[in-house]
């Protein structure tokens, strides 16, 4: 069995980015979210970081974003600092989880569409973009100007419950709709999403993953967060749209195949790593 070889992002890979806070992210919910209740040391991040490809100093910076933003909270440590989950931190990550270790992540999940306009005042540009990023991870895009759109019943309630205590009243609005006849969807769909560009990404994360695994190489758990990275940013990338506005052989089930089967082998090593670090 061969050893997975990590392949460097290229100039054309864009679709699937590897930023310093998804990587964090990633890690924070595979083995501190309703797992470990301890804070956890600066210096286990940084080395889980490093050995993902991550500079100190970017480390760093990304956990003082997190703070700032009330995903996480410092603790004196003695000389050193460590983080806990807040409990909004916690919430976020469970959510992710759920859908990362969905046996079904591209199934939607009821019929039609959901449909939200929504209304944020020019000066709160950081809350409107709190809004698109948890719409889009929601799978919904733009359709017109103010107007986006997903498939299937979006529980748009839970999608924005971290955000709606911070809009004003009547800020979003939404509404369930469906197909009417004489008028298909299909030249909706197309303006909303880019199929090709959702297929390359499919492509990208196969492409990326193909090599097998050797469960005793060193840097499990830093492989483990970059392929639950990259699952998450494929998971972003693809609004689960209905069958029959895909492409003949779309790649998802091969893509949750080798996600689940990777993430499989990296298990025990991974744990096993993480259990050194923090002991």
């Not at 994360?205 to 758990?221: E, K, M, R």
Request: charged share 25%; hydrophobic share 45%; glycine share 6%.
């Amino acid at each position: 069995m061969t050893s997975l070889v990590l392949r460097s992002a290229s100039p054309d890979r864009t679709l699937l980015t590897r930023k310093p806070r998804q990587l964090l992210l990633a890690f924070f919910g595979e083995y501190v979210c309703d797992r470990y209740f301890e804070p956890l040391r600066a210096s286990v991040l940084l080395s889980v970081l490093e050995g993902a490809g991550v500079a100190g100093p970017a480390v760093r910076t990304n956990l003082d974003r997190m703070v700032y933003s009330g995903l996480v909270e410092r603790r004196r440590l003695g000389r050193e600092i460590g983080f806990v989950l807040t409990a909004h931190g916690s919430d976020v990550l469970r959510e992710a989880s759920h859908r990362v270790h969905s046996p079904s992540p591209f199934a939607r999940e009821g019929e039609g569409w959901t449909l939200v306009t929504f209304s944020v005042p020019e000066h709160q540009r950081t809350l409107r973009h709190r809004l698109r990023a948890a719409l889009t991870w929601s799978g919904f895009a733009p359709l017109r100007d103010g107007l986006w759109i997903a498939p299937g019943e979006v529980d748009l309630a839970a999608a924005l419950a971290a955000i709606i205590p911070d809009l004003k009243p009547g800020s979003v609005t939404a509404f369930a709709a469906s197909q009417l006849e004489g008028f298909p969807m299909g030249e909706a769909v197309r303006t909303a999403w880019d199929i090709a560009s959702i297929r390359r990404a499919h492509h990208e994360f196969l492409s990326q993953w193909d090599d097998d695994v050797d469960p005793d190489a060193p840097g499990a758990l830093a492989t483990r967060i970059l392929l639950v990275a990259d699952w998450l940013a494929l998971l972003r990338a693809d609004p689960a749209l209905p069958a029959q506005y895909m492409d003949d052989d779309w790649p998802a089930e091969r893509s949750l195949e080798l996600f689940t089967r990777r993430h499989r082998e990296l298990a025990f090593p991974a744990v096993r790593e993480f259990a050194a670090l923090v002991g």
